[in-house]
């Protein structure tokens, strides 16, 4: 290995479950949770599993589940066959679209109700282990599923485990600071905290109403401004064009980010770390490198309270893997020591043959480039408007 140590002074614990990693989709739809896979074979073979503190997640509960979504959503999620159920006793074209299940975007798959349960279990691990202090940072990768609504499928997400890590995280921290990444605008997250200041999410997303899904999350979205809404300025949406470069979205991150810090002052991070945003997605339009995504990991990780740190999309698995690879090696700050060279032993290598190097070098570039549509002028405006909003914040 590569002689990863331990981090001094602080702990750091990986949730997997590798039983997520086997569902499909469909054949053809985008969300691979095979990438799981990939990442954690990096992870492995770079030896970084021996700075951390690594858990085979635990399947969510019922019980846990309804703690943000509703009965009647949940039974009828829980009527797909599980995991061992022959594939045509379900397979049913004829089958009433309900709750927005069994579209094309959601599709009833078999075992759904136990990858969702896998999926939050770890999400809601990492939480628990972040109110125990037994760990500083908690990574999830197979969590980070934002357009769940309490009764609602949206956008490959059926259960929100960020709104269910965030309810864990307010039983033992006064204030949680949501910060989303992906490509796309994490509105599940953002309505479900709507009514509370204990929460503030930011969004950083493609905004492009009626052309880019969900469509919500406008410069001017900031929370229900009702009368005596304590939610109303603590939704804080950045709304981007195709095309975003590293060094434009690194500066908008570090100015938002640390304003919001300096006014809310978090007590916890939540960080969703969708990959989608990266250059060469398949449903994604920016242009980040691996550096650029990185770089909002490492300036959050720098502010120094507890995080935990999830997945969410990404629709070219080799880049996700790598992404999120090299995102845990800056939680546990060994990204300095790793070889870029991919270690000879990773299995799934074949993914990786058409890099030449795995972890990022100056010349080093994903996917072809798309037109930038963000002028300089237009984020200095994001930058202003955020200050305004948070004007109104006190705490
Ligand atoms: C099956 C097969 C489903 C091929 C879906 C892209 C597919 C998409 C598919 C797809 C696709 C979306 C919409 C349109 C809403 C619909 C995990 C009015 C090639 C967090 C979710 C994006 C992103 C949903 C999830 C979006 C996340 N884009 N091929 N579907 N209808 N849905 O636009 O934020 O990354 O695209
Ligand atoms: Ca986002
Ligand atoms: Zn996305």
């Known amino acids: 290995t590569y002689g990863i140590t331990r981090p001094k002074g602080y702990n750091v614990s990986f949730h997997t479950n590798p039983e997520m990693e086997k569902h499909h989709f469909g054949q053809t739809h985008p969300m691979k949770p095979w990438r799981l896979t990939l990442t954690k074979s990096l992870v492995m073979s770079y030896g970084m599993s021996f700075a951390m503190d690594n858990y085979i997640a635990r399947t969510a509960t019922y019980e846990e589940l309804e703690s943000f979504h509703s009965s009647d959503y949940l039974d009828y999620l829980a009527t797909t066959p599980a995991d061992d159920t022959p594939r045509d006793d379900y397979d049913n074209p004829d089958r009433p679209v309900k709750f927005n299940l069994g579209g094309s975007d959601c599709p009833l798959f078999q ?3 136990d990858y969702c349960s896998m999926s939050a279990g770890g999400s809601m691990d990492a939480a628990r282990k972040i109110c125990s202090k037994q760990s500083d940072i908690a990574i999830a990768w197979g969590g980070g599923l934002h357009h769940a609504k309490r009764s609602e499928a949206s956008g490959f997400c059926y259960i929100n485990d960020i709104v269910l890590a965030i309810l864990q995280l307010l039983r033992c921290f006064p204030r949680v600071l949501y910060i989303d990444i992906d490509v796309h605008h994490g509105d599940g997250v953002e309505e479900a905290f709507f009514s509370t200041d204990r929460v503030m999410t930011v969004s950083f997303h493609k905004y492009q109403p009626d052309v880019f ?10 929370g229900p401004k009702s009368e005596h809404n304590p939610g109303a300025h603590h939704a804080i949406n950045i709304p981007l064009n195709d095309g975003i470069t590293d060094e434009q ?3 908008l991150f570090r100015s938002v980010i640390g304003q919001v810090n300096e006014r809310f002052r978090p007590s916890a991070i939540a960080l969703q770390c969708g990959a989608d945003s990266l250059a060469g997605d398949r449903l994604g339009r920016f242009n980040l490198q691996v550096q650029g995504h990185a770089a909002c ?5 720098k502010l120094g309270v507890p995080m935990i740190i999830f997945g969410g999309g990404g629709y070219t698995p080799r880049n996700v893997a790598r992404a999120w690879a090299f ?5 546990i700050d060994c990204q300095d020591r790793i070889d870029p060279v991919i270690p000879a032993h990773t299995p799934w290598r074949d993914h990786f043959q058409h890099e030449a190097a795995l972890f990022p070098t100056l010349e080093q570039i994903l996917g072809e480039p798309r037109n930038n549509k963000n002028t300089a002028k237009r984020l200095q405006e994001i930058v202003a408007h955020v200050g305004e909003q948070l004007r109104f914040v006190n705490i």
């Open 327 to 331: 995102e845990t090696a800056i939680a």
């Open 249 to 251: 979205y690194e500066h």
């Open 213 to 222: 899904f969900p469509g919500t999350g406008g410069l001017d979205d900031n």
């Open 111 to 113: 075992g759904l109700y």
């Open 297 to 301: 990991v490492a300036f959050c990780k």
